[in-house]
């Protein structure tokens, strides 16, 4: 059905209960006329339910979808079900003004390959439930939208969920593969959380090209079968929040990236930010990225936490990370590393204090960078138990570390070396510091006669000093040698800070 709006007219279809588009075929419609940049007069459609895609024959060779494209048109509907059991159900809003009380995508497992478009303009108001991939795969809500077959349509969208049910991409066990992305320049609102898999896997939020998000606050793994769920945001976008959030609820190998001057911002007052919550939480992410790639905590009390082990039973999580790269930048008034936690990364900025306890570690470098430096702007607090891991490297290059405040050591603190490619005779300078506490009481991997230097020329440094090969001196040979590698000693020993160039 084409619903044709000449300019100066007016067109309603309304549907007193079921509107159904593809109960158990393909290529059914009802949309507006005309497309995106030519006059048009209004149209109107409403029902109380419109459901795509019914059965799970529905949609397997075309999309069975409704659609208004111009300004001034409108849908209204209590639910909109875009694929029941069946597939490549769609909705498209270009410019138009969509009020909806529940929509879902996908209520099946067998359903998939749906989607939502909000693009040229146009605005979505969802009052109550949201969800993207009720039970199925591979369905996309896009915010902001370029279609390369109608030749005017291509820019930003607003999705307004308003009610208080949460924003849920992937919700039960066989929901996977589902993606929100927020593009060019769009707007995502939600009243409540923004969830990325309950229980689902490999479900995503992408916010790209100066989008804005807005919410109360996040999840990501909710569950603990709910793993791999991502939120990316690149390109100078942003997402305030005011409420806390937790990369990793119960759930595993979930991650929360801010790339390419993106910013994210949590202004409540005692909210924190949790990456890993439950003890069953582990190998979940934070990657901040780039210059001017920021997270920041403005609110009260609100503590950015890696590895929190809050809930559950039994052994506490492992490998929950905070990586911090190439000029990115975290703002926290405290940074509490727990046990099964680490931060690592390079030419990162970390403001604010930071307490590294039992099982917890600052570990500079990465897979990409062999060794790496940190900053810390405040005071690094090592005494309940954490571990500064470091490795030396050939070239006199070695993690290193700059606090700005105290680096407090003693207690059951710890350093660990890894140094496989150290060289001999030569001074590695692993940290600077404003003013510092104590010794690390544990040393491991120290090379056999090397020393570490807590004020290394007495300056505020620390240096691990790899000890000089014994040199035979029954010759005039042995002796030249000698005194060569002495040279190369007092050469060497000069300050040796690592800064990675890329």
């Known amino acids: 059905m084409i619903l044709d709006t ?61 659609g208004t494209y111009n300004a001034g048109h409108s849908v209204t509907a209590t639910n909109l079900v875009l694929g029941v059991s069946g597939s490549q159900g769609g909705a498209d809003n270009y410019g138009g003004v969509w009020n909806v009380t529940n929509t879902s995508l996908a209520d099946q497992a067998s359903s998939g390959g749906n989607y939502l478009t909000i693009t040229d303009g146009g605005t979505f108001t969802n ?103 991502q939120v990316s945001l690149y390109s100078a976008s942003t997402w305030t929040m005011d409420g806390a959030v937790r990369v990793g609820d119960k759930g595993t190998g979930n991650s929360f990236s801010i790339f390419m001057g993106s910013t994210v911002t949590l202004t409540g007052s005692d909210k924190n930010f949790y990456v890993g919550y439950d003890k069953s939480a582990s190998n979940n992410l934070l990657t901040i990225a780039g210059s001017g790639s920021k997270h920041a905590l403005t609110g009260s009390n609100a503590d950015l936490v890696i590895s929190g082990n809050v809930t559950g039973t039994g052994a506490n999580a492992t490998g929950n990370t905070l990586y911090v790269v190439q000029g990115g930048v975290v703002d926290a008034t405290r940074t509490p590393v727990g046990d099964g936690g680490s931060i690592t990364g390079y030419d990162g900025t970390i403001n604010g204090n930071t307490f590294v306890g039992a099982g917890g570690s600052i570990a500079p470098g990465s897979g990409v960078a062999p060794v790496g430096a940190l900053s810390f702007t405040g005071n690094v607090d090592f005494s309940n138990g954490g571990t500064f891991v470091v490795t030396l490297s050939s070239g006199t290059f070695a993690d290193f570390i700059d606090v700005g405040g105290l680096l407090a050591l003693g207690g059951t603190s710890a350093l660990s070396l890894n140094d496989a490619a150290a060289d001999p005779g030569t001074a590695y300078i692993i940290a600077h510091y404003g003013t510092l506490s104590g010794v690390f009481t544990s040393v491991f991997g120290l090379p056999a006669g090397a020393t570490v230097d807590y004020n290394y020329l007495g300056l505020n440094q620390i240096a691990v000093i790899t000890a000089v090969p014994e040199i035979a001196l029954a010759s005039a040979g042995g002796a030249f040698a000698l005194i060569a590698c002495s040279l190369a000693l007092l050469e060497r020993r000069g300050p040796k800070r690592r800064r990675h160039a890329g």
């Open 6 to 66: 000449q300019p100066g007219g007016n067109v309603t279809f309304a549907v007193t209960n079921t509107l159904t588009i593809g109960y158990d075929g393909s290529g059914s419609y009802v949309y507006t006329s005309p497309l995106p940049g030519t006059s048009a007069g209004s149209a109107a459609i409403t029902a109380a339910t419109i459901q795509t895609s019914v059965t799970a024959a529905a949609g397997a060779s075309d999309y069975n979808y409704i």
């Open 127 to 229: 009052t109550g439930a949201f969800t993207v991939g009720v039970r199925g795969s591979n369905n996309t809500v896009y915010v902001g939208y370029v279609d390369a077959n109608i030749a005017t349509s291509g820019s930003n969208g607003t999705l307004n969920v308003t009610g208080a049910n949460d924003l849920v991409i992937g919700s039960g066990s066989t929901a996977q593969f589902n993606t929100v992305k927020v593009d060019l320049g769009s707007t995502l609102s939600a009243a409540k959380n923004i969830v990325v898999g309950v229980d689902g896997q490999s479900n995503n939020l992408i916010v790209d090209n100066g989008s804005t998000v807005t919410s109360n606050g996040a999840r990501l793994g909710v569950n603990a079968g709910a793993t791999d769920n």
